[in-house]
């Protein structure tokens, strides 16, 4: 079975402070793993995955599967980053099953000015 | 030119009704889903339809009855609302394989609250 943990429901941190929300995931198999967000008044919308290994606004996450683990990390928060974070598994995609994303229970992350 | 689009935006009903929420992507995806996203924000997928064909089923009351007249559409029929089902539900659409597969394009939810 597939799951995701974020500890933290809330989040605070001041504008220029280094942010971290904490994912991590249980799965048997090889995971993939996604970070997802939804602004206020906006859509929930692919933020980065695993397998990209790119910055998105200035956010990065590393895959430890030793920890199982998917951190996303920020040196210096923006209060534009304020919005709620979801770390999201799937197994690997079947040919024709579409998407099996196993969504975290969310972190709200405030940045102060 | 939204590319996934839910209608209505917000549903006040009584307990008992039947409602329905329509859904329509123009991204020419194979696949869409439906998501609730509970009072908590805990977002848990329902269904999924792969070109009309039912894929994912998870453990949903046999009152919500999705229905995907062609790949472009996915709606959510509910009946005999109750309490419990009042959330936001959101509709999403991705390719159906691939490195694509898992990158959801959402909608916008539809605030379904039932008194």
């Known amino acids: 079975a597939q799951r995701v943990t974020q500890p933290e429901k809330l989040l605070s941190v001041f504008k220029g402070a280094p942010v971290e929300l904490k994912c991590n995931y249980s799965y048997s198999g090889s995971p993939e793993l996604f970070w997802y967000v939804q602004y206020s008044r906006q859509r929930l919308q692919l933020l980065l995955r695993?397998?990209s290994r790119e910055s998105i606004k200035g956010f990065t996450a590393d895959l430890n599967k030793g920890e199982t683990s998917f951190h996303l990390k920020k040196p210096f928060a923006q209060e534009e980053d304020s919005a709620m974070y979801y770390c999201?598994?799937?197994?690997?995609?079947?040919?024709?099953?579409?998407?099996?994303?196993?969504f975290g229970e969310g972190t709200q992350l405030t940045v102060n000015p | 030119d939204t590319a996934v689009s839910q209608t209505p935006k917000y549903l006040v009903t009584q307990m008992g009704n039947d409602k329905s929420i329509k859904c329509e992507q123009n991204l020419g995806h194979d696949t869409m889903y439906w998501y609730k996203q509970d009072s908590k924000k805990f977002l848990k997928i329902m269904f999924s339809?792969?070109?009309?064909?039912?894929?994912i089923n998870e453990t949903v009351p046999n009152r919500f009855s999705p229905k995907s007249p062609d790949k472009a559409h996915l709606n959510l029929h509910i009946n005999s609302l109750e309490l419990g089902d009042s959330a936001v539900y959101f509709c999403?659409?991705?390719?159906?394989?691939?490195?694509?597969?898992?990158?959801?394009?959402f909608g916008a939810g539809s605030r379904l609250t039932v008194l």
């Open positions: 695993h397998i």
């Open positions: 999201a598994l799937s197994g690997l995609p079947l040919e024709t099953s579409g998407s099996r994303l196993t």
């Open positions: 339809y792969n070109n009309k064909e039912l894929i």
């Open positions: 999403a659409s991705s390719l159906r394989s691939g490195a694509g597969a898992n990158v959801l394009t």
